[in-house]
């Protein structure tokens, strides 16, 4: 039997070891919450009283006593955590300390001043208006021009993002740090970023200086047209402007704000459109450029158009809307298109969405769409998962894109575009395959007449093979098929078409969905120990491809590796631990794909 001073001995050990994981879980919560300062300051203090009085007082007293302790300790914490919330703050134009103002920009929609990078070769514009707040009675309506304001415009923090549903603040810093790996420590970014139905603003970043007839890359974000923001720090304009492009992108309706189609809303439009509202704003976006991007030293007549995942997917179908005609050049398509017989994902036909948007207002129990006005945004905001498509609306889209290249419909003189090895990774993170559930998983996308075939294509006999080939199919169902589509297409129309492969490896995404952008927008930074000497290598490579193409319209110079266009979608360019031509993967697949969609060969429209 324990003696009474072994028994306050283990006692006295045990709290220390129980207030010692508290404390850790309380301040870990501080930190992933993005909590502000006094809350770190005021659990300090709590922290080190609490120990001070157990260890004088409460030790030694009786076990109702300590049971108070521990919750008066437990309440303060709760009360440091709601004092230090993190403040909702606008996203700065530059990340770091700026190295000062611009001098004044003179456009036709008013006067503006930038900031300029900590280095001071960039400048950077930000939130600057294109369209009136598309809110109240605008919106699910064309965008209306931005009217010119008076004065000067300090353009120098992000505007909200677009209205959508967010994690939470512990979840975002979590998926940081499973999924991205590269969470850091900072009280620099204890806010949280705004979100709004007032979005519709666009950034630019140029180089420094007087400069003019500059090449433009106009960017569109992905996020399933559910999500996203235009100031992530992968697809930032810092590098590219660094390389003498004028980069701009903007932020657009998201989700059911962006793609909800109803006849009544159709009939109200005097363009008779409704359901491509996200479109719609992004043409607008790049009438702004049209007009205005002269005075900041680029070429209006110069004009290249990118988009990763599904900002790709509106490139590709802005490149067969006539209402885009004569605002770009070119395209750069990174992981997603919607130009197959049957996009997989991001489209939709009138009849479905029409379908979608009556079960919507039942869910909210209203019978119009002037009803839904009325709701607030907030609450709109949970049919993201309904309404992400894009739509034929006989105004911005007068018919599939497939159909259009069919014909020689097309908008762009040239193509960049492709796809990463790891696509799926990501999106089956949780629903892996295995002996058990594979076949069914193969039954999910494919008609029954082709499943045997694929079966036969990927057979697999272990755990892993099932686990290997299902994200192979994923990744070639959803995302590299309709690039296969595209490129073809490109070469009937006589469209040079430069398509990568990118296959890198490294401490971060690696070649997961959207890991290619940190290297080709040349933003890998300095410090991070997640990329390697090898990485910043293809980084420097891939930024001039880039920049090449943005220019002329071939990727080709600097000494670089030859990329040859494509001509027949049986080669491609791999972009990776080697810069080389490879035969293309996934042809097998392909092919079955052709036959279950019906991709017919293109008549040559040259």
Not at 505 to 512: I, M, P, V, Y
């Amino acid at each position: 039997m324990e003696t009474k001073p072994e028994t306050h001995k283990k006692r006295g050990f045990m709290w220390i070891i129980f207030l010692i994981i508290l404390a850790l879980l309380f301040f870990a919560t501080l930190e992933l919450g993005k909590h502000t300062l006094p809350g770190w300051i005021l659990g300090a203090v709590v922290t080190i009283a609490f120990f001070l009085v157990w260890k004088k007082v409460l030790g030694n007293s009786v076990w109702w006593a300590r049971c108070i302790g521990w919750a008066g300790l437990a309440a303060w914490y709760a009360i440091a955590l709601i004092i230090s919330k993190p403040p909702v703050k606008a996203v700065p134009a530059v990340s770091g300390k700026s190295s000062g103002i611009t001098d004044v920009i003179h456009t036709p929609s008013g006067d503006l001043t930038g900031v300029l990078s900590e280095d001071g070769k960039v400048e950077v514009y930000a939130g600057i208006p294109y369209a009136e707040p598309p809110v109240g009675n605008l919106r699910w309506r064309e965008p209306h021009p931005a009217k010119p304001w008076d004065g000067v415009l300090a353009a120098d923090h992000f505007a909200p993002m677009s209205m959508q549903v967010r994690n939470s603040v512990i979840m975002n810093s979590l998926v940081q740090i499973i999924g991205y790996h590269d969470y850091k420590f900072s009280f620099e970014d204890n806010y949280i970023e705004p979100v709004s139905e007032d979005s519709l603003y666009l950034n630019i970043w140029k180089p420094a200086g007087d400069v003019s007839n500059l090449p433009v890359l106009v960017y569109i974000h992905g996020g399933s047209l559910q999500t996203g923001q235009p100031w992530y720090q992968d697809y930032s304009g810092i590098g590219l402007a660094r390389e003498g492009v004028i980069v701009v992108n903007m932020g657009y309706r998201l989700g059911i704000f962006g793609f909800y189609a109803d006849p009544v809303l159709a009939s109200e439009s005097p363009n008779g459109t409704t359901g491509n509202y996200g479109l719609l704003d992004q043409i607008m976006a790049l009438q702004w450029v049209h007009d205005n991007i002269a005075a900041f030293g680029g070429d209006p007549n110069n004009v290249t158009l990118a988009g990763e995942s599904a900002g790709s997917a509106c490139v590709s179908a802005l490149s067969t809307s006539p209402l885009a005609k004569s605002l770009f050049r070119r395209v750069v398509g990174e992981s997603s298109t919607v130009t197959a017989p049957k996009p997989a994902h991001s489209f939709r036909l009138p009849d479905e969405a029409y379908k979608t948007a009556e079960e919507t207002k039942k869910r909210f129990k209203v019978s119009s769409a002037e009803e839904l006005r009325n709701i607030p945004a907030e609450k709109l905001a949970s049919e993201m998962n309904y309404h992400h498509h894009i739509t034929i609306d006989g105004y911005v889209l007068t018919e599939t894109p497939y159909e259009s290249y069919a014909k020689g419909i097309h908008n762009e003189e040239a193509q960049f575009h492709g796809f990463n090895r790891e696509e799926s990774a990501p999106f089956i993170l949780f629903s892996q395959a295995n002996l058990k559930n594979y076949e069914k998983y193969v039954h999910m996308l494919f008609d029954e007449p082709y499943v045997a075939r694929v079966l036969d294509l990927y057979p697999a006999s272990t755990n892993e093979e099932a686990k290997r080939n299902w994200a192979d199919i994923y990744t070639v169902y959803y995302f590299t098929y309709g690039h296969y589509c595209w490129e073809r297409q490109a070469a009937a129309n006589g469209i040079p078409a430069y398509v990568y492969h990118f296959t890198k490896d490294n401490g971060r995404l690696g070649s997961w969905h959207s890991g290619e952008e940190v290297y080709l927008y040349g933003n890998i930074p300095n410090d991070s120990a997640l990329y390697n000497e090898k990485d910043r290598e293809l980084s420097a490579a891939m930024l001039k491809y880039f920049r090449n193409f943005i220019s002329a319209g071939d990727p080709n110079g600097d000494g670089l590796p030859v990329w040859n266009a494509s001509s027949d979608g049986k080669t491609i360019f791999e972009l990776g631990d080697q810069i080389k031509e490879e035969n293309s993967p996934y042809l097998d697949l392909y092919n079955i794909l052709d036959e279950m969609y019906g991709f017919e060969p293109y008549t040559i429209h040259q």
